[in-house]
């Protein structure tokens, strides 16, 4: 199963993982609901609120707590359950503070205290080499299979992907520490933008440190013993619809969109539809034991996606080697301003690699009043811009100044290396 945003709860994971993880059980003689750690087996849940939002949890959710511990004898200080300490960390010291804490009182707050501070770091940690990569946890949306884990093992080689089932859980999950990197995609070269992400770039604090282009190669998969003309139905991702809508049209089946490419090839595995196709990679037909009926599917031979990896830390930006920035700002209503916004980067040769405008979810109109003509409605948009330099090229820090001058808002979503690898699957 997949990590998953909890509805009606700001800022909260609920996720299962395969290996370790945290179980949450009611105690028959007293309301309290506490997380338990299992070790071993399938199936086992994490409940996690941030600690900004734990001053308005129901009561009832207040009395969660973990009790068994400590996190440092599971042996496992990075990742989702090192992480999960720290975070709970803080919702303690907030309740407590809040006056919330009388619940968690209940749960022994003696020995909560001595498990849960921080432990002092010692000339050994400081020792400690750097991170590597093959440590990092990098959530994706869809399940094993989707082309993102693919962008999540290119980006990231030696990582532990994590699948997600929304995008929004991928974000959440790298705000509230249980993985290091969300991955996730945003433009396609046949479908164009996925403006959702673009949407939730802003919404959320996180900063662009990478990205990837990945060569996406469709095929088109069905129940072993099936044939292309018993399909009366093809199910996969929006995205991966549009890619092979000449095929598609040609087959002349109906199309139904789900959440993601790998995940129609398990839900054709899982209920055994043989009437049902799936859009997806040759490697998802490996995982759900589905046979290739057609490979290579897409509209266009060169069917490329591009994925940002999203941190909670921005990298630091350099001049060595080849680097992109991402902004994304708005600007005053009149005759002329996006072309003088745009002219911030060409008067510095800054060369743009995307511009994409997304309307003002909040305040989607603006009304300009003007006593001889009336008044007029406009959509009022946000410009999201590449362009080909570093934060640390003076001519990138003059053109953001620049257009500061006369932007309404302005905020840099990353500067990162730019992805320069030769094309693959
Ligand atoms: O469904 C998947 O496999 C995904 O990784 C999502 C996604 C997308 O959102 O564009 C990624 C790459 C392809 O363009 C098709 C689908």
């Not at 973990?66 to 990742?79: F, I, L, P, R």
């Not at 072309?339 to 743009?352: I, P, T």
């Amino acid at each position: 199963m997949a990590l998953k945003v909890c509805p009606g709860h700001k800022m909260m994971g609920s996720c299962v993982f395969g290996g370790e993880g945290w179980s949450m059980k009611s105690s028959s003689s007293t309301t309290q609901k506490v997380l338990v750690r299992r070790s071993h087996g399938v199936g086992k849940e994490l409940c996690v609120r941030a600690a900004a939002s734990s001053s308005s949890w129901p009561a009832s959710d207040a009395f969660l707590q973990k009790v068994t511990q400590n996190g440092a004898a599971s042996g496992k200080e990075d990742g989702a359950s090192g992480s999960l300490t720290r975070v709970q960390e803080k919702e303690n010291l907030a309740m407590q503070a809040s006056g919330n804490g009388t619940s968690a009182m209940e749960v022994s707050t003696s020995h909560m205290v001595s498990l849960h501070l921080p432990k002092p770091l010692s000339i050994t940690d400081l020792a400690l080499p750097p991170r590597e990569t093959s440590d990092l946890r990098v959530a994706y949306q869809g399940v094993p299979g989707a082309y993102s884990e693919a962008a999540a093992a290119k980006a990231y080689p030696r990582c532990e992907a994590v699948p997600c089932e929304q995008f929004e859980a991928a974000f959440s999950a790298v705000e509230l520490w249980l993985v290091d990197r969300a991955v996730l995609p945003v433009e396609n070269s046949l479908g164009g933008s996925i403006h959702r992400n673009y949407d939730l770039l802003l919404r959320h604090r996180l900063h662009i440190v990478g990205e990837v282009q990945l060569a996406v190669h469709h095929c088109l998969m069905g129940m072993p013993g099936v044939k292309v003309e018993e399909l009366q139905r093809v199910v996969s991702h929006p995205q991966a619809l549009a890619q092979c809508e000449q095929t598609l049209t040609k087959l002349g089946v109906t199309r139904e969109a789900v959440d993601d490419t790998a995940g129609a090839a398990q839900f054709i595995a899982a209920h055994n539809l043989r009437d049902v196709g799936a859009v997806a990679s040759a490697r998802a037909a490996e995982i759900y034991g589905l046979e290739i009926l057609m490979d290579g599917i897409q509209d266009d031979l060169d069917n490329v996606t591009r994925f940002l990896m999203l941190a909670r830390e921005p990298l630091i930006p350099r001049t060595d080697r080849k680097f992109k920035t991402s902004i994304v700002f708005t600007l005053e209503e009149g005759p002329g301003v996006l072309f003088k916004a745009l002219s911030v980067f060409a008067l510095r040769e800054l060369n743009l690699t995307k511009i994409e405008s997304r309307p003002q979810r909040k305040r989607p109109l603006r009304v300009v009043d003007d006593s001889n003509n009336g008044t007029a409605k406009y959509f009022d948009y946000l410009f999201y811009i590449d362009f080909e330099a570093s934060m640390a090229d003076v001519r990138a820090q003059n053109a953001l100044g620049h257009l500061q001058e006369f932007a309404t808002f302005l905020r840099v979503l990353g500067s990162y290396p730019m992805d320069v690898s030769p094309m693959r699957a």
